[in-house]
């Protein structure tokens, strides 16, 4: 698990021994200390983790600890973080390269589909650029969205599903019924022109949030990634504000409740 | 510290939804009319593990069931922590600890006041078969079954954050007995009967302070045929899919009309709950003492 951060090249994970208590000054949650330039958080029995500089991840494991759980939250959370402290924004979507050259992030709270719509859209010729946690930063030709995952993240029930059998897959850590699904995928930053959000309806559907920027901002603010980690006046906000002015903004309906190919063919046909 | 969170607990299917939406309507709805979808989710179901995401620095979904419970304490005093007022937070969850780290998972140094709400066994079986879309007889072994905990799934994610519920006297045993909270507990048969004289009580022993008339004028803006006639007009964003109707009948003793409740399953529910209802004057042959 040492090595670059996927989706942040730069960036380094690095094993060590221990990480001690942080001062109670830098607390700012239920284990989570922040301070300028440093986040420290722990996931009991897994790991300690502490993020400096928008650089480093330094790894501290409990004995015993999943070595599956141990890279998951080093390539969720801390990724995020060091998102965040690299004055960027990770964006809680999935984000998908159409066959057209078009990318598209789908931004959604955890348990609303996500990581299934990605599987299906990439059994139909679409490439993954991110699962879950997408890196977006600016750049001269507008925002731009980092591949850091070439498989998605599927419960046993999306696996059925979607007629995947999980037996031969890895499971993402011990106890859970919860497995990588590879899927061709990205290599290099892609222009980010469409948001979308992933919405809980009876009907689904694709159409465009035909609202000003601000009313736009406010539509998807609830999709930056663990503000919690950033600082108040983040960057990470003024990122979102720069990806809703310069893209096309979007309610992709029917999570949860229409089939994912359902789903899977309004993208389709919005993005041919 | 300010203890922030009050609670509405109760087994599923005896009156919280009814309780919040007075309070609801007494705390924010004003002299505006007050709709069902208008009720807070009082962090339970899917908002409950938006609070969660948002305060831990983990996911719930990446955590396992023990490393839930470890962190929800700690969420739940953040939470309280940074609450300006009072807040309701609906719970159809026991009264438990983290089995790992022993804290009670509602901090109660957090929690201002639980109203506890218990309803008949033999009703709360027929509500919950209709609401769940389940057998009478399925939902009998549901509320008997002996964990202390639905079983977790491990092989999807919910959108609801994993309640752990209990059997229905589990559940009632869990806040009545021998909890550390301030706990005021109502039968939902009572609070039915004479609901002008029982929601006052009620809403002063939880540390509220309303006009007369105003709880009145609540009580009247949330009549259960108001509530049924509303589902109708315009659903209710809590109905789960597949359920015919949230607000379904409310009235005690609802199970004599309806004949799925048969004997074999009474007697289990009396053989499973005996105690638990005895304590609340719930008979065997489905009367209601006073208490």
Redesign the interface.
């Known amino acids: 698990m040492e090595g670059p951060v996927p989706g942040v090249p730069d960036a380094q994970i690095r094993w060590i021994e221990a990480l001690p208590d942080p001062p109670d000054s830098a607390r700012r949650?239920?284990?989570?200390w922040r301070a300028p330039g440093m986040l420290q958080?722990?996931?009991?029995?897994?790991a300690r983790y502490l993020i400096c500089g928008g650089v480093t991840v330094d790894v501290a494991p409990f004995p015993g600890a999943d070595p599956g759980a141990i890279s998951?939250?080093a390539h969720?959370?801390a990724r995020a973080a060091l998102i965040h402290q690299r004055g960027e924004l990770p964006l809680h979507a999935c984000t998908l390269l159409a066959p057209s050259g078009t990318a598209i992030a789908i931004c959604g709270?955890?348990?609303?589909g996500k990581s299934t719509l990605a599987a299906e859209m990439c059994r139909r010729g679409w490439l993954l650029v991110a699962d879950g946690i997408t890196r977006v930063s600016m750049s001269a030709v507008g925002p731009i969205a980092w591949p850091s995952d070439s498989s998605v993240k599927l419960?046993?029930?999306?696996c059925k599903n979607l007629g995947i059998e999980p037996a031969g897959l890895q499971r993402v850590?011990q106890?859970?019924?919860r497995f990588a699904f590879a899927c061709a995928s990205a290599k290099s930053p892609v222009p980010l022109p469409w948001i979308a959000k992933f919405s809980?309806s009876p009907v689904a559907g694709f159409e465009p949030v035909n609202q000003p920027a601000g009313t736009r901002r406010a539509v998807f603010a609830e999709y930056v990634y663990?503000?919690?980690?950033g600082s108040a006046a983040s960057e990470g906000a003024q990122t979102l504000a720069h990806l809703v002015q310069q893209s096309r903004a979007y309610l992709l309906r029917g999570a949860?409740?229409r089939p994912i190919t359902e789903i899977a063919e309004y993208l389709e046909l919005a993005l041919q | 510290m300010s203890r922030n969170l009050v609670l509405i607990a109760s087994y599923p299917k005896s009156g919280n939804t009814w309780v919040r939406l007075v309070l609801e309507k007494l705390l924010y709805g004003g002299r505006d009319t007050f709709s069902i979808n208008d009720l807070s989710h009082g962090f339970q179901g899917?908002p409950r593990?938006?609070m969660f995401?948002?305060?831990?620095?983990?996911?719930?979904?990446?955590?396992?069931p023990?490393?839930l419970d470890?962190?929800l304490p700690?969420?739940y005093?953040?939470l309280n922590d940074e609450m300006l007022q009072r807040t309701l937070t609906k719970v159809h969850d026991c009264a438990r600890r983290s089995a790992?780290s022993g804290d009670w998972i509602l901090p109660p140094d957090c929690v201002q006041s639980v109203i506890y709400l218990v309803r008949h066994p033999f009703d709360v079986a027929v509500s919950y078969a209709r609401f769940s879309d389940i057998t009478v007889q399925a939902a009998v072994e549901v509320m008997s079954t002996a964990r202390d905990a639905w079983p977790a799934q491990?092989?999807?994610?919910?959108?609801a954050l994993q309640p752990h519920i209990g059997s229905w006297s589990g559940n009632v045993r869990s806040w009545t007995e021998a909890s550390p909270y301030n706990v005021v507990a109502i039968r939902y048969e009572d609070l039915h009967a004479n609901p002008q004289t029982i929601f006052p009580q009620l809403i002063a022993a939880a540390g509220f302070a309303f006009a007369a008339a105003d709880v009145a004028a609540a009580i009247e803006e949330t009549s259960f045929d108001r509530l049924q006639a509303e589902e109708r007009e315009h659903g209710f964003r809590e109905r789960p899919?597949g359920a015919r109707a949230f607000f379904r009948a409310g009235r005690p003793q609802a199970w004599r009309e309806e004949g799925d409740l048969n004997d074999v399953l009474r007697e289990a529910l009396v053989r499973d709950h005996r105690e638990a209802m005895q304590k609340f004057g719930y008979r065997a042959d489905g009367r209601i003492d006073p208490l």
């Open positions: 949650g239920p284990k989570l958080f722990e996931v009991p029995g897994v998951l939250f969720q959370e709270h955890s348990a609303i419960w046993k029930d999306s850590r106890g859970a019924d809980v663990k503000p919690r980690f949860r409740s | 899917y593990r938006l995401d948002s305060i831990a620095p983990a996911d719930a979904a990446d955590l396992l023990e490393e470890e962190f700690l969420v005093r953040q790992r491990t092989d999807r994610l919910s959108t899919p």
